[in-house]
């Protein structure tokens, strides 16, 4: 199940700059598109607010996962030690 979660959290990862990029030229289409300013400066603001949006939940989930993986790994480490120790008291 892990080797499936990493391949999906690999895919999301693989898509964060597309979306940005496509936010970016959505932002210019709205600079470009027939609209009066009041509208189109409206429009903009509220791209900007889902872009921020979306990078802030990209940030915490980037968190999140570093969290995750220290925490893996810190176990894992701890495993190892633990059977290190045994090792060296068993044959000492």
Do not use: C
Request: glycine share 8%; proline share 2%.
């Amino acid at each position: 199940m892990d080797a499936s979660r990493s391949i999906k959290e690999a895919h999301l990862t693989n898509r964060t700059p597309w979306v940005f990029l496509l936010g970016l030229a959505a932002g210019v289409a709205l600079l470009l598109a027939p609209y009066s300013g009041r509208r189109t400066r409206r429009l903009i603001r509220h791209r900007a607010e889902d872009a921020r949006m979306h990078l802030a939940k990209a940030g915490r989930d980037f968190s999140d996962k570093g969290l995750e993986m220290y925490e893996r790994v810190k176990e894992f480490a701890d495993d190892t030690a633990r059977q290190i120790t045994r090792g060296v008291s068993a044959t000492g």
